[in-house]
T-cell receptor
């Protein structure tokens, strides 16, 4: 099993550009999450999903959108990137009755 | 909102010694706590968890202690090894509708050989 994979691993955007980060898991997990990690800030939840076709806002949702069209995929979109969105983005997944989350390797995004 | 904090941002330990990483939480309603390890350039990895109806839980070389009276959580690593060098995060949750985990800011553990 590949576990949780994230695409791409690195990306540089100019202010105002858009992009989509893809997260895929092959563990048949119901729940999926998107976090951002900034130096000294720990992990902050952006959006999450408790099942296919459902999404919910986390702690820092502004400027991001998500979609969960398939159970195994969770997409994070930035419609108009800003320098404040420079960060490392982590995707995670878990079973519906467990808080044990499995994390992907992360995507390092730089917005200039 | 409630948040999880840490007493020390960095910790240096001699190889072979025991490590203790501390975490303070402020939400008295939290009933689940979890520790993650994050090595450089990688995603966080589950270490151990504990529910609020327990005071102590042991894993392989790791022990988590929970003191609900003072809202304190600690992770003890026995016989610390170079491979234990990483950032350690505690996280909390309160099981009222499957609320998401809230992570602390992390403690960097450096093992001195």
């Amino acid at each position: 099993n590949a576990g949780v994979t994230q695409t791409p691993k690195f990306r540089v955007l100019k202010t105002g550009q858009s992009m989509t980060l893809l997260c895929a898991q092959d563990m048949n997990h119901e729940y999926m999450y998107w976090y951002r990690q900034d130096p000294g800030m720990g992990l902050r939840l952006i959006h999450y999903s408790v099942g296919e076709g459902t999404t919910a806002k986390g702690e820092v949702p502004d400027g991001y959108n998500v979609s969960r069209l398939k159970k195994q995929n969770f997409l994070l979109g930035l419609e108009s990137a800003a320098p404040s969105q420079t960060s490392v983005y982590f995707c995670a997944s878990s079973y519906f009755d467990s808080y044990e989350q499995y994390f992907g390797p992360g995507t390092r995004l730089t917005v200039t | 909102g409630e948040s999880v904090g840490l007493h020390l941002p960095t910790l240096s330990v001699q190889e072979g010694d025991n490590s203790i990483i501390n975490c303070a939480y402020s939400n008295s309603a939290s009933d689940y706590f979890i520790w993650y390890k994050q090595e450089s350039g990688k995603g966080p990895q589950f270490i151990i968890d504990i529910r609020s109806n327990m005071d102590k839980r042991q894993g392989q070389r790791v022990t988590v202690l929970l003191n609900k009276t003072v809202k304190h959580l600690s992770l003890q690593i026995a016989a610390t090894q170079p491979g234990d060098s990483a950032v350690y995060f505690c996280a909390e949750a309160w099981n009222s509708g499957n609320t998401p985990l809230v992570f602390g800011k992390g403690t960097r553990l450096s093992v001195i050989a």
